[in-house]
């Protein structure tokens, strides 16, 4: 700005940047030679706190020259009357149009004087009375003007109470239901006023022949300052004399007060502008596509025949509340809100505040959406304004209460904005200001009550605050309009979500429920009351019982989710996951349908829940991650007890986490026995670590170094879900200790480290088994290493060697594990191979284990541990071929099973084609053994043959509802039938 155009100093500290600032304040009498005048300083203040001050102090002394005679009068109000003064400046500081409204018309001023507000309920009077005349109604051009100027002037009170609070901080803000709702009444009140000049121009009344249905925002009540009113019409009897009366109106309003759009009537503007209700009827019921029913979601009579318009609200209403069980109705309703935004030009989306991404078309839409889809039943949620609905979906649970504050906060913030755009010129715009339009921003940053804070101007704070609730409510869109649970819930039909009818029973029957009544009485205890927990449920549980209806066990399922539902009652996230994650919801039904060790694990471990929508989280977190969080969280803990129960609550999590992944078929059995092997490990390094530190605080010091060697299935990392640890305890004299102390010292911690991890509890056990030591239960719990090496080279047997093959050291001191593995390496791999005498020695303790081992009642074609192929039959042939041969062939000197089985067929000792036979049939009875115990509850090594739990089984392994189960028991008994033949062959034969 040039020095010549720049205000003086004293006058511009009010916010003026016109030069002729101080001329005006002189003439209007608010500035002396001196500076303000003592009697204006609260009305220098106000213009100071206007949108635009100088567009203020401009109109003012527009006022002052029009209307000389009044002027002191307003002088003297302004000073005297904060309202009136808040209310004036407001206006005439913010909209030209509205200023030149009040130039326009002396005397229009004192409508701003609190006590000459027009109630909204008296705004059809008013509007009635400008288009009549001694009685008569007006007509032709005198009508429209008469019609034109009682609705700005009406328009002006109500921006000028909207506005008020932004010049004088202390009155009251309207909220923006009660500015919407008046500029709604005072459109209801134009459509009447218009319908009177229209009754007269064709010399017909409306009763019994027209009735307007307001639609959108009008419908909504929830209209902008400068908005088209979007209207349906119904005739009477008389379509022709109707159809007159409605394009007569539709002309009057239009040139008076605003755009009268009737594009929504059926087959839109191709359509009859006007329809009986016969025709209403028979177009919606065969030809109106989905968005039609959104847009009926808002239509509400609002002028002419009462009755007429009522009846077209009865026949609608049943319709609009269906609407969501038309086929891909979820589908099209997303489809349509995707054409609506590809239709924003690229180089205004971020601008456009209505249909652009984070607009308010984005709210709109998901609240419709979901009222359309939970509304069929649910009342409350029937309403045609935005708001209140958003509401009523946070109360009755379908929205997060969090996302429904902040869903409604950035929706008014949004609204709010627009209608601030739109006031500056009562012109139609949804346009945010371009960044570098910085004086726009500003006069919009103000007119929004927003000002400069921490040296950061008003411009950029909008601006910030603007692309915050746009990002706000785009992320909230899709997390609410994209909710896969929603196209579940319309597929319901709308009786069954009716829950507690005799229909639903028949329906629970129909789906497969072998207990209705049983089912209706979790769904009753589920939902009875009028809690924000019960109305959740009312809308998950017509979707899960349609899931659980799908599994092997849907009423064990449903009795599952109850006792779930009931023990986390008061876990403030359980519900909220499950309504807003629809893949949490569909992957809970499939395990509560099928397993029963999993609920009684997920009542007490229920943040795994969380990991059900999120495959990664789920299936691959890495084992050393899960054992070191394992370890670092229960070393933090003092005392054995403490540090112990903490690794149970962690096994107890990645137990679930991996049996959930397990059954929904997300990992495969080698990383679930991997998994499991590792957190056994990590529990048994916590539990000794606590047992060394308690028993040094006990004896003063540490006698003994330890190791623990992992055996059997620990050993290979093969464990299963219910496999107990066995290892071996060595020890090794430290500190000056002699061997008895070491001894003693060691054997302490062992008893400590088994009591503990063996005592009772609700989670599958930990039995630390150590039966494999020398001499067995009659053996020492620990020796030193001195110990066993001399034990080994003098009594060492077949057996022992055999079961060596699978150690390895998985606790305590490595070193002490290293030289322990370098003793027992000769027995294990013989040099030279295993002599006749101890392979005939080990073939008869397999002979010998079949007999005896395998219960009397077993099925030996299903036994998955002693079974004809079975592991024991993989196993054993694996383990004596490596008795053989791993002297010679370092690949064979391995712990695994399956990596033996590579070993063998790399060196070509075994024909690949048996070692896929057995490494097949491994596998599929290590991961048959651990499903039967996740399905059951409990450890088995009998696969089911009939009933519900073979059906469990057969799904975890891929097979669909409709197929027999009988197929996995007969494909099961196909493969493990060949490998018994291979290791009979190999085992006994080679």
Not at 215 to 236: I, Q, T
Not at 427 to 442: N, S
Not at 554 to 581: C, H, I
Not at 652 to 674: K, P, Q
């Amino acid at each position: 700005m040039a020095e010549r155009d720049r205000p003086a100093a004293s006058v511009a500290r009010y916010g003026f940047t016109d030069r002729r600032a101080q001329d005006m304040l002189r003439a209007v009498g608010w500035w002396t030679d001196d500076g303000p005048s003592d009697t204006a300083a609260d009305v220098l203040g106000a213009l100071a706190r206007t949108p635009d001050p100088d567009l203020a102090l401009h109109s003012v002394d527009r006022l002052r020259t029009v209307d000389e005679e009044s002027w002191q009068e307003i002088n003297d109000t302004l000073r005297t009357n904060t309202a009136f003064r808040a209310r004036l400046l407001g206006v005439l500081g913010y909209s030209t149009v509205l200023g030149d409204l009040l130039a326009s018309r002396p005397g229009q001023w004192r409508r701003l004087v609190p006590a000459s507000l027009t109630a909204t309920r008296d705004y059809e009077s008013r509007l009635a009375e400008a288009v009549s005349s001694e009685g008569d109604v007006l007509t032709g051009p005198t009508a429209v003007r008469s019609l034109r100027m009682a609705y700005r002037e009406l328009l002006l009170e109500i921006a000028a109470e909207d506005l008020a609070h932004v010049v004088e901080s202390e009155l009251p803000r309207p909220s923006l239901t009660d500015v919407t709702r008046a500029l709604t009444e005072l459109a209801e009140a134009a459509l009447r006023a218009g319908l009177l000049i229209a009754q007269r121009e064709v010399g017909h009344s409306a009763d019994g022949t027209l009735a307007i249905i307001a639609m959108g925002k009008c419908g909504a009540r929830e209209l902008n300052y400068v908005s088209d009113v979007d209207v349906v019409f119904v005739g009477g009897d008389d379509i022709p004399v109707a159809t007159r009366l409605a394009t007569a109106l539709m002309r009057i309003v239009g040139q008076s007060c605003f755009e009268l759009d009737a594009a929504l009537r059926p087959e839109g503007k191709a359509g009859a502008l006007v329809r009986s209700l016969d025709s209403y009827e028979s177009y919606y019921t065969r030809w109106a596509r989905t968005w039609e029913f959104q847009a009926l979601l808002k239509a509400r009579p609002v002028a002419g025949d009462v009755e007429l318009g009522q009846r077209y609200a009865e026949l609608i209403a049943p319709m609009v509340w269906s609407a969501a069980e038309r086929d891909d109705f979820v589908v099209d309703v997303q489809r349509m809100r995707r054409r609506v935004e590809r239709h924003v030009p690229v180089e205004i989306v971020d601008r456009e505040l209505k249909l652009g991404r984070g607009g308010l078309r984005d709210v709109e839409f998901a609240v419709q959406l979901l009222q359309l889809v939970h509304g069929r039943v649910d009342t409350t949620l029937r309403s045609p304004s935005t708001v209140d609905a958003l509401e009523a979906l946070g109360v009755g649970g379908y929205v997060g209460r969090v996302d429904a504050a902040e869903l409604r906060e950035s929706y008014e913030f949004l609204r709010t904005v627009e209608h601030r755009l739109q006031l500056r010129g009562l012109r139609r715009t949804h346009l945010f200001p371009e960044q570098d339009d910085v004086e726009r921003l500003r006069w919009l940053a103000r007119a929004c009550a927003i000002r400069p804070a921490k040296g950061k101007p008003e411009n950029e704070i909008l601006t910030s605050e603007f692309r915050r609730h746009v990002r706000r409510i785009r992320r909230l869109h899709e997390k609410l309009f994209y909710r896969p649970l929603l196209e579940a819930v319309s597929k319901v039909p709308t009786e069954a979500l009716r829950l507690t009818t005799e229909q639903a029973a028949s329906r629970l029957a129909a789906l497969g429920y072998l207990a209705p009544d049983g089912a209706l009485r979790h769904i009753q205890a589920l939902t009875s009351g009028v809690s924000r927990r019960a109305a959740i449920q009312k809308t998950l549980l017509p979707v899960l019982l349609d899931l659980l209806a799908d599994t092997p066990d849907a009423d064990g399922g449903l009795l599952a989710y109850r006792r779930v539902s009931e023990a986390l009652a008061d876990t403030p996230w359980y519900l909220r996951v499950l309504r807003d994650e629809a893949a949490v919801v569909e992957r809970l039904a499939t395990i509560l349908g099928m397993s029963r060790l999993v609920p009684d694990l997920l009542v007490r471990a229920p943040e795994v829940l969380r990991l059900l929508g999120n495959r990664e989280e789920l299936a691959g977190k890495s084992v050393e991650e899960a054992a070191r969080s394992l370890r670092i969280a229960s070393d933090r803990q003092s005392g054995l007890k403490a540090a112990v129960a903490t690794a149970r609550s962690l096994r107890r999590h990645e137990l679930l986490r991996v049996a959930c992944a397990d059954l929904l078929g997300l990992m495969d059995v080698n990383a679930v026995c991997v998994a499991l092997s590792s957190v056994w490990t990590a529990v048994l390094q916590v539990a000794l670590s606590a047992a060394i530190r308690q028993r040094t605080t006990d004896t003063g010091s540490e006698h003994a170094r330890i190791a623990v060697i992992g055996m059997g299935r620990l050993g290979g990392e093969e464990l299963g879900y219910g496999s107990d640890a066995d290892v071996l305890f060595v020890c090794e004299p430290v500190n000056g200790a002699t061997n008895e102390e070491a001894v003693k010292f060691a054997t302490a911690v062992a008893e400590a480290v088994r009591g503990t991890l063996g005592a009772p509890s609700q989670d599958p056990p930990l039995v630390v088994d150590t039966d494999l030591r020398p001499e067995g239960r009659s053996g020492p719990l620990v020796r030193t290493l001195d110990s066993y090496r001399a034990y080994y080279a003098r009594w060492g047997m077949a057996w022992e060697a055999q079961a060596l093959l699978r150690a390895r050291v998985v606790a305590g001191d490595d070193d002490l594990g290293a030289r322990f593995i370098d003793i027992v390496n000769p027995l294990r791999y013989p040099e030279g191979g295993l002599s006749t005498e101890k392979t005939r020695e080990i073939r008869r303790i397999k002979a010998r284990v079949e007999t005896e081992r395998l219960p009397r009642s077993a099925d030996p074609t299903t036994h998955t541990k002693f079974g004809r192929g079975g592991l024991a039959d993989v196993e054993w042939t694996v383990q004596l071929w490596q008795l053989w041969h791993a002297h010679e062939i370092a690949e064979l000197r391995t712990t695994s099973t399956l990596a033996a089985l590579r070993a063998l067929a790399n060196a070509e000792l075994v024909d690949s084609d048996d070692v896929d036979a057995l490494a097949r049939a491994w596998e599929l009875a290590t991961r048959a053994r651990n499903i039967t115990m996740l399905v059951k509850g409990k450890p088995s090594d009998q696969l089911p043959t009939s009933g519900r739990e073979l059906a469990a089984v057969a799904r975890a392994f891929g097979y669909s509802a409709d197929d027999d189960p009988g197929e996995f028991l007969d494909n099961y008994r196909r493969v493990t039938r060949r490998a018994h033949a291979v290791a009979q062959r190999l085992f006994y034969e080679s």
